[in-house]
């Protein structure tokens, strides 16, 4: 289960509040859609699921966010990869593997 309770993030060098006061529940094995126009938080959602943010971006984060169980605050995003994977809009273009190959 992934779990936002009182989400609210502003990014460094930033006044705007990208997303807040966020409170949801999402079960294992429910999907979910995401969407919004862009700069509308979309991406930082995910970025707050998976550690990314704050941990490599800095910026002020309130409220907890749990994956599992695990507080997002407390792990490296590393050791939230194996529970945790994002697959962006245009999958394709995001494997390292192409890029290594040419």
């Known amino acids: 289960m992934i779990r936002f309770s009182n989400v609210s993030l502003i990014y460094p060098q930033s006044t705007k509040t990208v997303l807040e006061?966020?409170?949801c529940e999402i079960q294992e094995g429910e999907m979910v859609l995401v969407m919004g126009q862009t700069g509308s938080g979309k991406s930082s959602l995910l970025r707050l699921v998976n550690g990314l943010v704050p941990h490599h971006t800095g910026g002020i984060l309130?409220?907890?966010?749990?994956?599992?169980g695990i507080s997002t605050r407390e792990v490296r995003?590393?050791?939230?990869?194996?529970?945790?994977?994002?697959?962006?809009?245009?999958?394709?273009?995001?494997?390292?593997?192409?890029i290594v190959e040419e």
């Open 21 to 23: 006061d966020l409170s």
């Open 77 to 98: 995003p590393s050791s939230l990869a194996h529970l945790v994977g994002i697959v962006g809009q245009n999958p394709l273009n995001g494997f390292v593997t192409d």
């Open 62 to 68: 309130a409220g907890d966010i749990s994956v599992d």
